[in-house]
């Protein structure tokens, strides 16, 4: 019943696409981590002038679909004429370009909200501490602050990456040829699309899956200090 | 001619449609919406009391669908059912590409994925009610079925209100997808009138505007039942 050269021909072609999914959501968060620090930051900052742009900013693009702002941008910025004959056109008629900068702009409203609050976890007693041994604000901020808050903020952000990698497959719908692209190609070619659609769900599993798991890993890392240390053989063998 | 014109009632003027399109939007979200409650109460309920079987089948469930694009998801249920529907039509004489309508599709597809959700946010609510409350009840005679409809129900929809106002949220923007199988909702609307008048930015936008007063007015009836639920707990 099952057609397994058919499954298999599907996922090698499937997985020529991998690539552009993987670039996509790492770029995308890449950049968008930028923006969302600078977004927390001033939203922080007190000022109202920065704040309050921000606020809106957030506000806007999180309560828009995010196919919506894709086709803003590689739709729509076409529309004016000064934009069409700018130097930023060679970029803004790409697709890639298009989907990269809407993702990254879609992700920046939502992580800078778990930045903001990774940083205000930061415990002011620390902060204090570090201003009494008259750190600036730069190597307070370098040594102290985001540190506590990248840790505070791993759990949060993995789940961010997650929907990013999910998010990359609107790609296809502005001509991008990733993983969704390939298999919604697949199925106007040969109509199987239960089958498509079951190996390229798995292949987004299965990215999803390492992604989780390098998570662990890297939060292992960072949270040593809440482990007991390990025991050696040699304290053991003293019976303390 | 401005595009305030263009986005108008008046002759020419594309409000209606667009005005026609976030209905086809809202009801779309909503049956979703509601499919995925179906869903999700099911779930939590698999994987609180369920067996061993049951269990598995719904952590499988959650994990798998909390794992892949949703676009996938819609694309599974509008060509998926047309690999069964298309071969079933021709042994009537029908011929050609037959799938679900997108509106059904589209509903399924949403419910399925926020289902996953859902089935998270109930089983976290109901683990969040009290076990001395249902105890109480118990300890006073209630039936299994007045325990639930007078205690448990009430408990869980005040724990879990604030993670289905997420799912709500999530559903709505989720809806946008449904636009690739051709249903006319507030998307595809604005892409026909993209297409037809070639003013792209302007449609595409009054769609965001769309979206964001849908978004901000549920957010605000959401905000206010919760505040309702919580007058039992609330500090006078």
């Known amino acids: 019943m099952m057609d397994f050269s058919f499954l298999y021909e599907t996922l090698l072609t499937l997985l020529t696409g991998v690539p552009l999914t993987l670039k996509l959501a790492v770029s995308s968060v890449a950049l968008g981590t930028v923006l969302a620090v600078a977004l927390a930051l001033a939203r922080l900052s007190g000022i109202f002038m920065l704040a309050w742009p921000t606020r809106f900013y957030v506000f806007v693009f999180r309560s828009t679909p995010l196919l919506v702002q894709i086709f803003l941008i590689y739709h729509g910025l076409g529309q004016f004429h000064a934009i069409r004959t700018s130097f930023l056109w060679p970029i803004l008629r790409e697709p890639y370009w298009c989907a990269l900068i809407a993702l990254s702009l879609n992700t920046a409203a939502y992580s800078s909200e778990v930045i903001r609050g990774a940083l205000l976890s930061v415990p002011p007693g620390q902060i204090e501490a570090a201003r009494a041994c008259g750190m600036r604000t730069t190597v307070l901020y370098r040594r102290i602050v985001f540190p506590l808050a990248l840790r505070q903020a791993l759990p949060a952000y993995g789940n961010e990456f997650i929907l990013m990698v999910k998010a990359t497959s609107l ?37 999803n899956f390492l992604v989780t798991r390098l998570l662990q890993w890297a939060d292992y890392g960072l949270t040593g200090h809440l482990r007991l240390p390990p025991v050696s053989a040699d304290a053991l063998h003293r019976g303390a | 001619m401005g595009s305030g014109f263009l986005l108008g009632f008046g002759e020419n003027g594309w409000g209606p449609l667009l005005l026609h399109g976030a209905v086809m939007t ?20 698999a994987k609180l009391k369920g067996g061993y079987l049951s269990r598995g089948l719904a952590d499988a469930y959650t994990t798998i669908l909390r794992g892949i694009p949703d676009l996938l998801v819609i694309y599974l249920f509008y060509f998926g059912s047309s690999a069964v529907l298309t071969p079933l039509g021709g042994l009537f004489g029908a011929s050609g590409f037959i799938s679900l309508p997108g509106f059904l599709a589209g509903s399924l597809a949403i419910g399925l994925v926020s289902g996953a959700y859902q089935t998270e946010v109930m089983r976290g609510a109901y683990r969040a009610v009290s076990s001395g409350e249902i105890e109480a009840a118990i300890a006073s005679g209630m039936s299994q079925l007045t325990l639930f409809r007078r205690i448990v129900a009430p408990l869980v929809l005040r724990h879990a209100l604030p993670g289905l106002g997420n799912v709500w949220q999530l559903v709505l923007k989720e809806s946008a997808l449904v636009s690739v199988t051709g249903l006319v909702e507030i998307l595809r609307t604005a892409q026909i009138g993209a297409g037809s008048t070639g003013q792209p930015f302007t449609f595409f936008l009054a769609a965001a505007v769309l979206y964001l007063v849908i978004s901000s007015i549920s957010g605000w009836l959401l905000r206010r039942t919760e505040w309702r639920l919580t007058r039992g707990t609330r500090p006078v």
């Open chain 2, 26 to 45: 809202m009801a779309v979200a909503l049956t979703g919406f509601g499919i995925g409650l179906l869903i999700g109460t099911t779930g939590a309920w």
């Open chain 1, 171 to 207: 790609a296809s719908i502005i001509t991008l040829m990733e993983v969704t692209g390939l298999a919604a190609k697949l199925i106007s070619q040969s109509f199987r699309a239960i089958e498509i659609l079951v190996v390229a769900g798995a292949i987004y599993l299965l990215i």
